[in-house]
């Protein structure tokens, strides 16, 4: 392949779709980069010629001409999708549009739309996946507050580039929105809820940040200060997550029906769990978890399957809420 030609797809890979867009200066200093050296007329002409055959858009408007693919353009110069690549976008699209605002996933659209295409033309079984794949939520599931597609694109984009982020944000308590400067540490998604972990600049502690609160977004290009033994999965497991009773965990040790709580043997509550079968009907087990709100909940609604053995303290606290729920029941009835 010629110099030429390897220029002009290492270009075409740099432009990217819209609304994004990359000017030839911007061009310029990349190709560079990859050892292309090529004055900005060049690539402009190179860009023209090009757009005859890709979906080239250009804004001549801007003082420096902006270019970028036609957002719902197919990508014509990657390699064709085989079958296990068509199954994995087919995936994506059945376990990911459920969990994000579609205007967040429409950069998305032409690879989902080819991939369905490729999975057709093979007359396979699997490009009928999506009529049989669904994706349910345990819990009540309500309703997704909407998400501003520019703020989590913002967001995105900070955290895999390790930048900070300034954020027009609401926070429940706070009496008006503030623009604020974000050191993303991690996304989790905590139906309904996206949350955005990280630290507020010139604020202590790491927060969390639900981004149907925050309204507008830019990426600052100013790395982001990270804690060195801050670990997305043992913040979870800490029991920040949840509405937290106290900073410190709690030795949890139950006695448990089978099978109604067999799938506690199957997907643990933390690391250091440990099981111990009884009888045919019962086993035991013991685990460290965080002293939250959602662990009250849960031993409430399984009160009926299990017994709490330790902490003294807890059990006497769920048999406290259960009996007020029972008496609130009966007074209820009696009215």
Not at 149 to 158: I, N, Q, R
Not at 161 to 188: D, M, S
Request: proline share 7%; with cysteine; net charge negative.
């Amino acid at each position: 392949m010629s110099s030429t030609a390897v220029r002009y797809l290492t270009m075409l890979r740099m432009v990217p779709r819209y609304p994004k867009t990359i000017t030839t200066t911007e061009l310029a200093s990349r190709l560079k980069e990859h050892e292309f050296s090529v004055t900005m007329r060049s690539i402009q002409r190179d860009l023209e010629k090009l757009s005859t055959d890709f979906p080239l858009l250009v804004d001549e408007k801007a003082r420096q001409y902006r270019w970028s693919f036609d957002r719902n353009a197919a990508v014509d110069i990657v390699p064709a999708l085989d079958l296990p690549a068509a199954l994995t976008f087919e995936l994506a699209r059945a376990y990911l549009s459920p969990m994000l605002p579609p205007r967040a996933l429409s950069h998305l659209k032409p690879h989902f739309d080819e991939a369905h295409r490729t999975l057709l033309r093979e007359q396979n079984p699997l490009g009928q996946w999506p009529d049989r794949v669904r994706v349910i939520n345990r819990g009540l599931g309500g309703q997704r507050p909407a998400i501003d597609a520019d703020v989590l694109e913002t967001v995105t984009e900070a955290l895999l580039r390790e930048y900070t982020c300034k954020l027009t944000y609401q926070a429940r308590n706070w009496p008006a929105p503030e623009e604020i400067t974000v050191h993303p540490y991690g996304l989790i998604f905590r139906d309904p809820n996206v949350y955005l972990i990280g630290n507020i600049e010139g604020r202590e502690g790491v927060r969390q940040l639900v981004l149907h609160r925050a309204t507008a977004g830019d990426v600052l290009e100013a790395p982001i200060e990270r804690p060195e033994d801050f670990d997305l999965d043992l913040y979870i497991h800490s029991g920040a997550m949840g509405i937290l009773k106290s900073d410190k965990p709690v030795y949890l040790k139950l006695r448990c029906d089978k099978p109604t709580l067999n799938h506690l043997i199957e997907s643990p509550l933390g690391f250091d769990q440990i099981n111990t079968e009884i009888d045919d009907t019962t086993f035991e087990m013991a685990v460290t978890v965080g002293d939250t709100q959602d662990l009250r909940w849960w031993l409430t609604a399984q009160a009926e399957h299990c017994d709490i053995l330790e902490p003294a303290w807890l059990g006497e606290e769920i048999e406290s809420t259960l009996t007020r729920g029972l008496n609130r029941s009966r007074q209820a009835k009696a009215q």
